[in-house]
């Protein structure tokens, strides 16, 4: 089956950039997504890449997709305290009529003062 | 717009009881999902529904069963609920077709079983 890796745990200081890196298995992915889970909350999606492109810019999100080593990556500048939650890639193994994401295990971004 | 709305938000249950997550959409979405989320493991689809009709198994099906009431409902059954089955529960929705597979999450049901 699929298996979408992450790293568990990510500090930052407010004001830096954060990374987080992402590893997946299914070459045959259509679409990579970043979601964004806050305390007590659901998943809501931060940004998603089209498997035919590298990049995508979206103000302080920077997503790069390396399909060779099948390693996806969310950068946040400027990270803030509201930036702070769980961060989970997915990979889509869209069925036709539905949407099969594989989630990662998620990495916890700490923002510290 | 309400989105993704599951009852009940807290649940505590004894070994072997039953009881049934419930999850209505609003968005006219085709598509309906549970997953399971558990520390350390992320999310794992239970049961999917593609479209209204339809259900189909996902990654961890065993001890539970669904119904896509009509287009807007799709609930969870646990028959005879297990500790194992501790863990926060999530319903989600998409569309069909010319878009990006986004799901849309409702807030979560967190059960412990004891």
């Known amino acids: 089956g699929e298996d979408v890796e992450q790293s568990l745990f990510l500090s930052v200081r407010e004001g830096d950039s954060s990374v987080i890196n992402c590893t997946y298995t299914?070459?045959?992915?259509?679409?990579l997504y970043w979601y964004k889970q806050e305390p007590g909350a659901g998943l809501q999606l931060l940004t998603y890449i089209f498997s035919n492109m590298d990049m995508k810019q979206d103000q302080r999100l920077t997503v790069l997709l390396n399909k060779k080593d099948k390693h996806l990556s969310l950068r946040i500048a400027d990270t803030q305290t509201g930036d702070s939650a769980i961060y989970f890639c997915?990979?889509?193994?869209?069925?036709?009529?539905?949407?099969?994401?594989?989630f990662g295990t998620g990495t916890r971004l700490q923002v510290t003062l | 717009n309400a989105g993704v709305t599951q009852t009940p938000k807290f649940q505590v249950l004894k070994t072997g009881q039953s009881m049934t997550l419930q999850c209505a959409q609003d968005?006219?979405?085709?598509?309906m999902y549970w997953y399971r989320q558990d520390p350390g493991m992320g999310l794992r689809l239970i049961y999917y529904?593609?479209?209204?009709?339809?259900?189909d198994k996902g990654e961890v099906p065993n001890g539970y069963n669904v119904s896509r009431l009509n287009k807007r409902e799709f609930s969870l059954r646990l028959e005879s609920a297990a500790p194992s089955q501790t863990s926060v529960y999530f319903c989600?929705?998409?569309?069909?077709?010319?878009?990006?597979?986004?799901?849309?999450f409702g807030e979560g049901s967190r059960l412990t079983v004891l």
């Open positions: 299914d070459s045959s992915s259509t679409y």
């Open positions: 529904s593609a479209s209204e009709g339809t259900t």
């Open positions: 997915a990979e889509s193994l869209s069925t036709g009529t539905a949407s099969k994401l594989t």
């Open positions: 989600a929705s998409s569309r069909v077709g010319g878009n990006t597979g986004e799901l849309f």
């Open positions: 968005m006219n979405h085709n598509s």
